[in-house]
């Protein structure tokens, strides 16, 4: 099967490669007072961004940057015995898997943050509703993070991850970064916690003072969790797959993959037997939807009789 997927997923992606790095005509950049294109619900502004949605997501419209100023900006500034936030980081398989998983689709529409992670999306938005976004993936937005908590005194709690994964990300980090303070960090166990363990969990890193909480349990579970702790205080960000590449126990996927839109590619010939099935369907029903919208869109607005409303996806 995973040779299927090596031989599908070209067939899936080249069309949205083709359209988005050689300029096909895209929908034009909308105004709050136009009509959103292809059937997506209008750019809003939540109390912390503009947000936009794409397949039914909820995605925070910000540059890198911004989003990084804004996540310190909420972990320095929110009074300790208030949550501070959370923040996803969506992808393909977030995306598609939020359609009929309604924890993740709750945790997502009421995080304070959910960045573009994946550069699919970026391109779909650019395709769909002429929104040029830039990528803000979980690898890079943890380890300059990081550095940006070492220089400012912030305080970091790393939860999650195998114990010998947290343990080199403990030692990478303080190598990388000696001024870091790491107040806490655990990996627990696989199984759901009793009320009493999680309870004190709460306690220990409420305890720590940590500002900013990184949480890599594996999607959707680390996005439900955060969402179901709001006894929390620190920043939650929900990095998963971060903390294995940031320890170096993991390659990263080179730049002209990630470029192109491969970078699951090259992660599922890293390890096939567990990504295979989670890339076949979720790539190929992002790929159908996206197909039907630019299909809606070419009737809506291409056709001087087509249809007057692009479909939803």
């Not at 006894?231 to 002209?256: C, D, K, N, S, T």
Request: charged share 15%; glycine share 8%; hydrophobic share 40%.
């Amino acid at each position: 099967m995973a040779g299927l997927l090596l031989f599908w997923s070209p067939c899936l992606t080249s069309p949205l490669l083709i359209a988005y790095f050689c300029g096909m005509p895209i929908a034009k950049p909308h105004s709050s007072s136009q009509q959103p294109a292809m059937g997506q619900t209008p750019n809003t502004t939540s109390s912390h961004a503009p947000t936009s949605r794409l397949m039914g997501m909820k995605l925070s419209m910000l540059s890198f940057q911004d989003g990084l100023t804004k996540v310190l900006d909420l972990a320095t500034s929110t009074p300790k015995g208030q949550p501070a936030g959370y923040a996803c980081f969506a992808n393909v398989h977030m995306t598609i898997t939020a359609r009929s998983h309604q924890p993740l689709r709750s945790a997502t529409d009421q995080a304070t943050f959910v960045f573009t992670d994946g550069k699919p999306l970026c391109a779909a938005l650019r395709l769909t509703q002429g929104i040029s976004q830039e990528r803000i993936a979980g690898m890079d937005f943890m380890p300059q993070s990081l550095a940006l908590a070492a220089d400012r005194g912030l305080k970091v709690y790393l939860l999650g991850g195998s114990p010998s994964t947290n343990d080199k990300v403990q030692q990478v980090a303080q190598q990388a970064y000696p001024n870091l303070q790491i107040v806490g960090a655990e990996s627990p166990p696989f199984r759901p916690l009793t009320p009493a363990e999680d309870n004190a969990l709460i306690n220990r890193i409420n305890a720590s003072g940590a500002d900013l909480l990184y949480v890599a349990l594996g999607c959707p579970k680390q996005e439900v969790w955060m969402m179901e702790r709001d006894r929390i205080w620190p920043f939650m960000l929900g990095v998963g797959g971060a903390f294995p590449v940031f320890a170096g126990l993991e390659a990263r996927a080179p730049q002209w993959a990630q470029r192109l839109s491969l970078e699951w590619l090259y992660r599922l010939l890293q390890d096939p037997k567990r990504l295979w099935k989670r890339y076949l369907l979720t790539n190929t029903h992002f790929m159908l939807l996206l197909g039907w919208l630019l299909i809606g869109h070419f009737l809506a607005y291409c056709i001087p009789n087509g249809r007057k409303s692009p479909p939803q996806a």
